[in-house]
Every structure is written in C-alpha cells, then in structure tokens.
C-alpha cells in the first residue's frame, strides 16, 4: 500500500469483503463519502489490486519470530508460522480466495522482523529527538501491569466463531449502513461499522448477510432480527454487539447457522477471547489465594445477628488462626469478630469498613487468657489508650489486626468454565453449579470479614513508649474474655494446593526457664511461637534481660519434659539475635552444629508432626466442594491490591495486579499515572538504585528463608502534581534512624496532601494447580496452540507474590496523631496543620 493511502487504511479494510459484490461501487461511496474524487479512486484501485488472484507461494522461515510449518493450500505449498496461517486463513475469508491482498497481509504480520526492524528505526528516530523521554518513558513502562479482576470473566452459551463477511443493518426507520462482521454465535454477532453511525443501543436491528447470499440461499428480503446490546469505540470505528432477538425468531436460518458454524469453526476459527481472559485470571488466583495474608472469616446473618461461620486457612494466614487457639486447641476466633465490632463495622460504607483490633495473651496456670480492643474501644477513655497500648506492646504476644468488612452472594460459589456446555459431556459436568447440600451451608452467608496480621516490631516498640500508670492496669479487666463461654463455631476449612514451599511460625504457649552466658540465675518466662525447622523461638521474660544481643541463652520447658520422655528439652543452647527496648521480649535462634541439635530435633519433629495433622484435615470435607466454594467466594470479594512478578532475568517486574475492593488509597496511588485497565507500581521501585531494593532483594530472602517477608512503606501523595515522581514520595519505614524522623515525614505529607501507609507482604509463589486450568488451556490449544503456549509460558514465568494492606490509619495511631487529624487525611487534599498527641499526655 503506498503511503498516500495508509491513511485510508480503515476504509480498505471496510472495503475488502464488499470487493466483488454488484453494490461495490454503492458502499464505497456510503463509505468514504466524505473523501476527494480523486482519493477515492485511488482507493477503489488499491481494492480492486489486493483482490487480483495471486500465485506467489509464502515461506517465512527465518523472516518471522515464530516456528514455520508446512501449509498446503489449493495444490500450492507455503511455509508460514500459527500467527501468519491465523492472518492467511482469516484474509481468505474476506476475500473469498487467495489474492494479493492475502499474500501481502501475511508479510506484514506483527512478529515480521521487516516491520518489527522498521518499528525500531523509527522509534530510534524519535528517541534521538528527545533522548530523556525515551530513558523515562522506558523505566516507567516496566512497572505497568494490567488489572485482572479474579474469577470475573465472560461464560458463553455457545461457541463464537471469527467470521468476516459484508453485512447490511437496518433500523426500525429503514435507515441502512453497511459493516464487516467480527465474529458470530448461534446467539449474538458482532458487527464493525463505520463511526459516524446512527443507531443507538437497545434498539432492534434487521441484519442481511450480503456476503453469503451469492453462495447460500439467504432471504433476501427479510432480515435476521437483532438486539443491540453494546456498542465499543476502537480507532476509527464502532463495535456493535448483538443479540439474537427472540420475539422474532428465525428457525430456518438457525439451522443454517448451526450446521455453518460446526462445519467451519475449524477453518474459520472459534473466538477464544473470554476463554484465555478466564485462563488468565484463574492463573492469578492460583497464585493469589495459597499465599494471601489475609485470613477470609464468611459471616452468617440469623435473626438479624452476624455469625463467623467458616475460616479459609492457607499457608500463611494460618498463624492468624493458631494464635486465636487456647491450650485445649479451641478457636477462639469470635474473641475477635465480636457482635459488637462487626455490627459497628455494617454501620459503615462498605469502601470503609475497617477497624484496627490490639490484642495480647496472658498465661496463667498453662492457661491462655485472651485481651482485645479495638481503637473506637479505646477513646471510650483516654486513660484506656494509654495502659492497654503501653503495657499490652510489652508481651511477646501483642498483635495488630485489620478486619474489614465487605458484601458476598453464597452464588459466586459457582465458577462455570468459560467454555459451553455444547462442546462436550466434560465441560457440561464441570459447568454444572454446587449441589443443593453444599449450598444449604452457604445460603445464610451475606458478609466476608478479612482479618490480617499487621504487627511490626518498629511499631510494637513504638507503642511502648506510651506511658501509664501500673495502678490502672486493673482496666485491663474490661478488655479480658470469658474463658467460661463456649468456643467459637467457626469451621476452619483446609485449603487445598498442589505444593508446600512457604513456611510459617507455629503457636507455642507455655512456661520456660532461661540462663544466660552461663550464669546460674533462672529467669522465667512464656515461650510465644516457634519458626521453621525449631530454628527460631520468641519467648517473653517474667524481668528485664540484662545482657546483650549476640549473647547465649539455655532453655528449659519444664511442661514439655513431662510429655516429650524421648528427648532433653530442659538444655536446649540458643543464640540471642533481638530484645526490645524494655529487654523482656527475645528473639533466639538455634545454635548451629552439634550444640543446638538438640533443640533443632526436638522441634522439627513437633512441626512435622503438625504437618502431618494439616495433611490429614485437608483431605477431609464435611461437605465435598466446601474448599473450593469458599476460595471462589474469597477470590471475587478481595479486598486489597496484590500483584504478581516474573522474573526477567535477574529483575522482578508486575506481571498482573488484582485490585480490592477497598483500600481506595492504594487504588489512587496505583492508577493515578497509568493508562485505563492497568497500573503502574512504579513508586514500590523507587528505591531500585539502592545497594539493597526491598522487593528485589526481599524476594531472594523469601527463597533462602522460606518465610514471607513483611515491611511498611510511608507516602506522601500530592495529587496535583502531574509528574508521578513528584507526586508519590515513597519511603520504607526502617530507612528511618528513628520515630521523630517518621512523625515528621507524616506531618510533611499530611500538609502537602495526603499520607499513606502500605504494610507491604512479598512472598514467593508454589506452582499452580493444573486441574483447575487444563480443560480450557486444551480448549485454547485445539484452535490456537501458539496463544495456550503463550499463556504457558506466562503462568510458569510468575514467581513472587506482593500483597499491600493499607495501615495508614494504625500508625497515624501510633504515632500519635489526634483523630480529627486521621479523618481529615482520608481526604485527597492538603489537611490542615495536624496535632500530635504526647505519648505521656
């Protein structure tokens, strides 16, 4: 084509199909109307020209980026690769034979190296212009991924064929526009037309087919009646989608279309878009949900009364669960989702249900005692803050949790396949929805609380700044839980995966002894958990810890001793690696070589003993399906952004991000400099110049440790600024030297527009369950094998996992500023001067 006709290029294309037809000369000029004579003869000759039989044979080996087969057509044998046979077959289809206008299309598809060689010289070409924007404009485009909605996709009725024929539409006023047809269904069509059409969407089209009528016998005086369901601007032109309309129907041309389209799929090739949109998604949620921090809670409504029902348990999120169990293994989770808090959360818009809940244990008589509150629970009274805060940040077990609150439907339980029941008894059974049993168990549930563990212990120790009086520790009394009320109902469920790579902490509450650097002085204390493979221990001292790190601590379980006969556990040799500021909180890890074997022993036998439980529950279901039904549910209902990163040699880069339906802050941060349907992350790698970047190098720890890795990020947000290096000013907190340098980073923020805070979670990922994605990556390949290799490829190239939790709030709580202050800076604008509040007020 010559370069005075690209620019028409949207009218040839239009063109094309009607090329032999007698009306040729009629729609071309309905079509470019509006151009010169002289142009427009110009543009009939190039049509008549791509038309021309042709009888040059196609090979593409070592032209194209792509493998090339052997493809016979019509006697004549050609080498092209699945995207060229793809272009080859569908240009035959416009033109009704093999002509220049196919030949010339296959050598210029996409992955040619010509024009992929041509793109580059006149991208360089630009770039020499304006060097700096190309540097720019490439760093920003490396952290953009598109947005994937988990589980949400488009299920067909019938299969949808790729099918390019000239077609006429008439409205109910006989008003008439010629069009191209896209694709086709024994249900719907979609029609490309020019973009200055008139029709308007809900109205009834009458649709002839003008490019079957000379091989087919086709009414050629009534058309086939449909609806117009949709209409898509794209370039210069508009996408009608319609509906067969079934107050009128047509069972002549049904069976036509149905024997057409089962003779010709092959040929013409099934239309797989929301078939690899499903693939997609369910890729991300394989990723996604054995990995999530976030602990789903499903609420049942009774009697206007909110009932935690079920408890989705994954790999990481467990040690919620664990730590809301008492010493007889009871959950005690409904000491947290109080009827209280969750009707104070129902109270709320659903894009700010959200409260923090502070919690610690007391052991007493190898009894767990539970105590929480809630922030609104502590400005009751000021006295309140103060001591639970101040003395609760001083155990071993002070936890901070985020529970939000958001609407479910018990039917997003049911993801059907993408695929029809048309294609086979296996996809009609796989189609077929949860049985009346299972969902007799979902149908009181209304409401999804997510419960994440958001402690730090840059912000524990934060909190043991706030001072209190001891004679007011009785008011602690208020925030205790009954022991003497029935444990919780809630049903833990197992999640099922394939694999088991992440490892987490383990709940272990009892009493201990402690020597240290050989000293013959016991002190007492509590053990709180123990850390994979028995190598780390925190434990809580009765008094403060007067040595120092790197020192050498023996323990004794006095408890254990008595059960576990088969080994010493009275002598067990650890290495001191944290103490907090008051010194009565330890961090410890396992001597390495023959000293700490003994500990490491013991301990690894009582995690595999642990596993093995796990193991057995998760085979088990009450009522088969319950696991998957509730996952479903989970993955449509997720309330924070979370993405997913390949590797691309020795960098990380978002590959695909799920967006929540809450943490709106978040959301603006990562839309606000991106183009619709993606986002851009670039503000999580700032810091990628530095000796150490926390997500790049943070994934390499993952590995080593196996263990998630957990940090905050602070943001100051000005939203006015056009540039996003201006406007997002990001920081990780332990970049820090200390907390007066935070709280002025937070006023800062706060005055120049809005603060953030991001408790940002990064773990690896496990490999993905097959049995959920084979039938449909079949599907793909049966029509498209080079986009299910592609799609293949993609899903074996994730391997990390970043989930963010909007934690603005808790440490604006922290760090002491006044509640006008944390309501004023939900707002996208500058606060006014915000108040900090002493500590030792």
């Known amino acids: 084509m010559s370069q005075d006709l690209k620019q ?34 110009l543009i009939k000759m190039e049509v008549k020209r791509l038309a021309k039989p042709c009888m040059r044979t196609i090979d593409l080996r070592g032209h194209v980026d792509g493998k090339c087969n052997k493809y016979v057509h019509e006697g004549r044998s050609h080498y092209m690769d699945d995207v060229a046979i793809s272009k080859f077959e569908e240009q035959l289809r416009v033109f009704g034979r093999y002509t220049y206008g196919v030949y010339e299309a296959v050598q210029n598809t996409e992955n040619n190296f010509r024009l992929m060689r041509q793109k580059e010289l006149a991208q360089e070409r630009v770039d020499k212009e304006n060097p700096e924007l190309k540097r720019r404009s490439a760093v920003l485009e490396q952290f953009k991924a598109p947005t994937v909605n988990l589980l949400d996709y488009r299920q067909r009725n019938a299969e949808r064929m790729n099918f390019a024929v000239a077609v006429e539409l008439f409205n109910s006023t006989n008003q008439s526009v010629r069009g191209l047809s896209v694709d086709i269904s024994l249900e719907g069509l979609q029609v490309k037309i020019s973009k200055d059409a008139f029709f308007e969407k809900g109205e009834t089209l009458f649709i002839f087919f003008r490019g079957l009528e000379s091989e087919f016998a086709m009414d050629k005086k009534n058309g086939i009646a449909y609806k117009l369901v949709k209409i898509v601007t794209k370039n210069d032109a508009h996408y009608l989608a319609l509906q067969r309309y079934k107050e009128k129907p047509s069972p002549t041309f049904d069976k036509f279309l149905e024997n057409f389209i089962h003779g010709n799929k092959r040929r013409y090739k099934v239309n797989m878009s929301n078939t690899i949109e499903a693939i997609t998604s369910k890729i991300c949620e394989q990723y996604f949900s054995p990995r999530s921090p976030t602990l789903p809670v499903y609420i049942d409504v009774i009697n206007k009364t909110l009932v935690p029902r079920f408890a989705m348990v994954n790999e990481v999120n467990r040690e919620t669960v664990q730590y809301w169990r008492d010493e007889d293994d009871n959950c005690r989770l409904h000491f947290l989702l109080t009827q209280e808090r969750l009707s104070r959360l129902l109270q709320k818009p659903e894009s700010i249900r959200e409260i923090f809940v502070f919690s610690f244990t007391h052991l007493q008589n190898e009894k767990v005692y539970f105590y929480s509150a809630s922030y609104e629970e502590l400005l009751q009274k000021d006295i309140l803050t103060r001591v639970f805060l101040g003395f609760g940040s001083k155990k071993a077990s002070w936890r901070v949790f985020k529970v939000t609150l958001t609407d479910m439907e018990p039917e997003q339980a049911h993801i059907p396949l993408s695929i029809p029941d048309s294609v086979g008894n296996k996809v009609k059974k796989l189609n077929t929805p949860p049985s009346a049993r299972l969902m007799s168990k979902l149908k009181n549930l209304r409401f999804l609380a997510h419960v994440t563990d958001v402690t730090s212990i840059a912000g524990q120790e934060t909190y043991n700044e706030f001072q209190f009086n001891r004679e007011n520790l009785s008011h602690l009394r208020n925030f205790g839980h009954p022991r003497n009320r029935a444990p919780s109902n809630v049903q833990v469920v197992r999640f099922k995966y394939e694999e088991q790579r992440i490892e987490s902490r383990y709940q272990l509450r009892t009493q201990i002894e402690a020597r240290f650097n050989d000293e013959q002085v016991v002190h007492k204390g509590i053990s709180e958990d123990i850390s994979v493979h028995g190598l780390g221990l925190r434990v809580e001292l009765s008094k403060e810890y007067k040595g120092s790190l790197e020192g050498r601590a023996e323990v004794a379980f006095p408890r254990l001793q008595e059960i576990a006969t088969s080994f010493d556990v009275m002598h067990l040799q650890y290495d001191i690696i944290y103490h907090n500021v008051d010194k009565n909180i330890l961090h410890l890890k396992a ?62 880069s978002p590959q695909a991000c799920m967006i929540g339906k809450q943490d709106e802050r978040i959301t603006t941060l990562s839309t606000q400099y991106s183009e619709r349907g993606q986002v851009n992350l670039e503000f999580l790698f700032r810091d990628r110049k530095q000796d150490s970047p926390f997500l790049q190098s943070g994934i390499k720890a993952v590995k080593l440790e196996n263990m998630p890795l957990r940090q905050e990020l602070f943001i100051s947000f000005d939203a006015s600024q056009k540039e996003p290096r201006m406007a997002i000013i990001p920081r990780y907190s332990y970049k820090f030297e200390n907390d007066e340098q935070r709280r002025a980073f937070i006023r800062e923020a706060m005055v120049r527009g809005q603060f953030v805070a991001i408790h940002v979670m990064l773990t690896t990922t496990g490999k993905p369950d097959m049995t959920m994605l084979q039938t449909e990556i079949n599907y793909v390949t049966m029509y498209a094998m080079h986009r299910a290799r592609e799609l293949e490829k ?42 900090v509040i002493a500590n030792n007020a």
């Open 8 to 41: 028409y290029a949207d009218i040839i294309e239009q063109l094309k199909p009607m090329v032999n037809e007698p009306e040729f000369n009629q729609v071309l000029l309905q079509t470019a109307s509006d151009v010169p004579k002289e142009k427009r003869f």
């Open 591 to 652: 001597v390495p070589g023959e000293e700490g074997k003994s500990a490491r022993h013991f301990f690894d036998e009582l995690i595999k003993k642990n596993k093995a439980n796990l193991k057995v529950d998760n085979d088990e279901e009450e009522v088969p399906g319950m696991g998957q039904a509730l996952r479903c549910i989970n993955a449509r209902n997720a309330t924070s952004l979370s993405f997913l990163m390949s590797r691309e040699g020795a960098r990380y």
């Open 794 to 835: 993609t899903m074996w190239s994730i391997a990390a996992c970043s989930h963010l939790i909007d934690v603005t709030d808790e440490v604006l709580i922290r760090y002491g500023f006044a509640m006008e202050d944390i309501t004023a800076n939900r707002m996208l604008k500058s606060a006014p001067q915000p108040r």
